[in-house]
């Protein structure tokens, strides 16, 4: 069990650029979340995969904001003509399914760091 | 909407002492809470967690407890070491609407040798 990866672990980028995260859930988990970390505050839910159905979006999900997981493994979580306030940690949780046991639990990954000059 | 509260903010203790952390939900149909330490530059490792079938967990130096009928569950950590210093989040969800979490503002705790 490796655990979740992110990859870029930082990611400095200009005001206007598109930038593009990967998340790479624990093998097997079928559940995937994406959350928003500000400085000082908790995360915060932006959206879930189930398998490679995405079920749910917050309304912080702009339309700037787009997430895939084509096969049901990785994910990607892309941001278009990025903002200051875009400035975030940006985490990928997995949870494995129901046959795995314990489907509520969420396991995070180191975070993918933003900013947005 | 959804909402997790969580006090302190902040929390300071001598090494050896013990410290507890509140959080209340307003979501009544919530049945899972779990608490997760987060050490700077990390993500959030889960420590502990319950459901709503039961009023308190125990796990070494760590318990969980939970009164559904208030709506608040409580972490307490007993004997504290100064590897126990970082920010700790509560979080409530309902399983059965996707298990999206709803995370507590976090506390900062210090323990001071």
């Known amino acids: 069990d490796t655990g979740v990866s992110q990859d870029p672990r930082h990611k400095i980028t200009k005001r206007g650029q598109n930038v593009t995260f990967r998340c790479d859930p624990i093998?097997?988990?079928?559940?995937l979340y994406w959350y928003r970390q500000t400085l000082g505050q908790g995360p915060e839910f932006l959206t879930y995969?189930?398998?490679?159905?995405?079920?749910?979006k917050s309304r912080l999900l702009s339309d700037r904001f787009s997430a895939e997981r084509p096969k049901g493994s990785f994910s990607t979580l892309e941001i278009q003509r990025t903002e200051q306030g875009d400035s975030a940690m940006y985490l990928c949780?997995?949870?494995?399914?129901?046959?795995?046991?314990?489907?509520?639990?969420?396991?995070f990954g180191p975070g993918t760091r933003l900013t947005v000059l | 909407g959804e909402n997790v509260e969580q006090h302190p903010s902040t929390l300071s203790v001598q090494e050896g002492d013990s410290a507890v952390i509140k959080c209340t939900y307003s979501?009544?149909?919530?049945?899972?809470f779990p608490w997760y330490k987060q050490e700077l530059g990390k993500g959030p490792q889960l420590i502990i967690d319950?459901?709503?079938?039961?009023g308190e967990k125990k796990d070494q130096r760590i318990a969980v407890t939970l009164n559904k009928t208030a709506k608040h569950f409580s972490l307490h950590i007993t004997e504290t070491q100064p590897e126990d210093s970082a920010v700790y989040f509560c979080?409530?969800?309902?399983?059965?609407?996707?298990?999206?979490?709803?995370f507590g503002q976090g506390t900062e705790l210090s323990v001071k040798p």
């Open positions: 949780a997995s949870s494995p399914p129901a046959s795995g046991g314990r489907t509520d639990t969420q396991y």
């Open positions: 093998s097997e988990h079928n559940r």
């Open positions: 995969f189930q398998n490679e159905a995405q079920l749910e």
């Open positions: 979501d009544s149909a919530s049945n899972y």
């Open positions: 319950i459901r709503s079938n039961v």
């Open positions: 979080a409530a969800t309902f399983y059965n609407q996707g298990g999206k979490l709803i």
